[in-house]
């Protein structure tokens, strides 16, 4: 079993960045891959980007290729989402989450809400216009 806690969210203005954090515990000293979701009221758990093991590789939503990077420190058991030009639309309740096995991150694998075994609380990142 692997715990998740996320901190780091908060309100911000569009155009600003936010720095989300995810501590990782449990029986592995570090998980698979890592990595985030983002859900709003009424709406399904969506996918926004995915991290290797490593750290080699990572997989981003469209929506936010160019605006998100995904970090792990594996040896801190953390992983970080450093969000920048934030607009309105990216205003959710943002997840950490990690896999059990080791497989590729992308579409495939890292895209389904299901593909992913442990989950965090949840952290709520509110964008104002």
């Known amino acids: 079993q692997v715990q998740l806690v996320e901190s780091g969210g908060g309100l911000v203005q569009a155009g600003g960045s936010l720095r989300l954090s995810c501590a990782a515990s449990?029986?592995?000293?570090?998980?698979?891959?890592m990595g985030w979701f983002r859900q709003v009221p009424g709406k399904e758990r969506d996918f926004v980007t995915a991290?290797?093991?490593?750290?080699?590789?990572?997989y981003y939503a469209d929506s936010v290729k160019g605006r998100f990077t995904i970090s792990r420190d594996n040896a801190q058991k953390m992983m970080y989402l450093q969000m920048n030009s934030l607009k309105p639309e990216d205003t959710a309740v943002y997840y950490c989450?990690?896999?059990?096995?080791?497989?590729?991150?992308?579409?495939?694998?890292?895209?389904?809400?299901?593909?992913?075994?442990?989950w965090g609380q949840g952290t709520q990142v509110t964008v104002s216009s």
């Open positions: 989450a990690a896999q059990r096995n080791y497989v590729p991150v992308g579409q495939k694998n890292s895209v389904p809400v299901a593909a992913w075994d442990y």
């Open positions: 449990g029986r592995t000293a570090s998980p698979a891959a």
């Open positions: 991290i290797s093991w490593t750290g080699a590789s990572a």
